[in-house]
């Protein structure tokens, strides 16, 4: 018989590999993780601590979510994907968040752990060290909607589809793969979100980067036979 975590000891788990958390002595984690709620969601389920009533701090015990921003025709873009240790979709809510357009959903099955926003507070009152890490990752969190903004405005699809090829491809690959080669495990409706586009656009762009030698197709693994030309479309040239 196998001996899962409990909870506390799984939500410490997480918060040792926390941007903000982290540096909370031992103590204090298990004196935060006792006043944590636990949520469970099930793949796709939507994640629930968005919108008006997001007060708190969640981060992810277990699984991965993805956080969408939606437009008025249904159309979504997706902002990015979180892991464990990480604070759902970045939001550090310390006042609510008010209306929003952002939702989130589970990419597979999924806990969380809310730490509600009056306890966040005292956290950050009796360990001030903390706040330093809070503007931290509230910086990097910025830079990251920069980097989304300007790869949404000044690239075209086939461009962003490039640069989230490279991305998927800088996974460590299976031991003795001798070409970069992503599998993929979601659907194109979902990979079509993750870029902003329709899948009848993702699925002529993947069609236009195999006639130019960029990729190779087969099924559901893409391999990349163009580094450097998937670059030059990212905008990565410098990088190639």
């Known amino acids: 018989m196998i001996m899962a975590p409990d909870p506390v000891t799984r939500r410490i788990e997480a918060m040792n590999q926390s941007p ?10 298990s004196d935060v993780a006792a006043r944590m709620r636990s949520m469970r969601f099930g793949r796709r389920e939507i994640v629930g601590c968005y919108g008006r009533d997001c007060r708190g701090t969640c981060i992810i015990t277990d699984g991965s979510i993805a956080l969408c921003l939606s437009g008025p025709t249904g159309r979504e873009l997706e902002i990015g994907r979180f892991h464990v240790g990480e604070h759902a979709g970045g939001a550090v809510g310390l006042a609510g968040a008010g209306e929003t357009r952002l939702h989130a959903y589970a990419v597979e099955p999924t806990q969380i752990a809310c730490l509600p926003a009056p306890e966040l507070e005292k956290v950050l009152e009796a360990h001030p060290e903390i706040a330093h890490s809070l503007l931290a990752y509230l910086c990097r ?18 461009g962003r589809l490039a640069r989230l090829l490279l991305d998927m491809a800088a996974i460590p690959a299976p031991s003795g793969a001798t070409v970069p080669s992503i ?3 979601e659907t194109k409706v979902a990979l079509a979100r993750r870029l902003g586009c329709a899948r009848e656009v993702l699925s002529r762009e993947l069609r236009k980067l195999a006639r130019s030698g960029a990729i190779d197709i087969d099924r559901r693994r893409i391999m990349i036979r163009d580094r450097k030309r998937l670059a030059q479309l990212a905008g990565l040239a410098q990088e190639a």
């Not at 903000?20 to 984690?29: C, D, E, K, M, V």
């Not at 969190?141 to 086939?158: F, I």
């Open 141 to 158: 969190w910025e830079r990251r909607l920069v980097d989304l903004l300007a790869a949404s405005s000044l690239l075209t699809v086939r």
């Open 183 to 185: 599998r993929l495990d």
């Open 20 to 29: 903000i958390l982290s540096g909370l002595p031992p103590q204090a984690q």
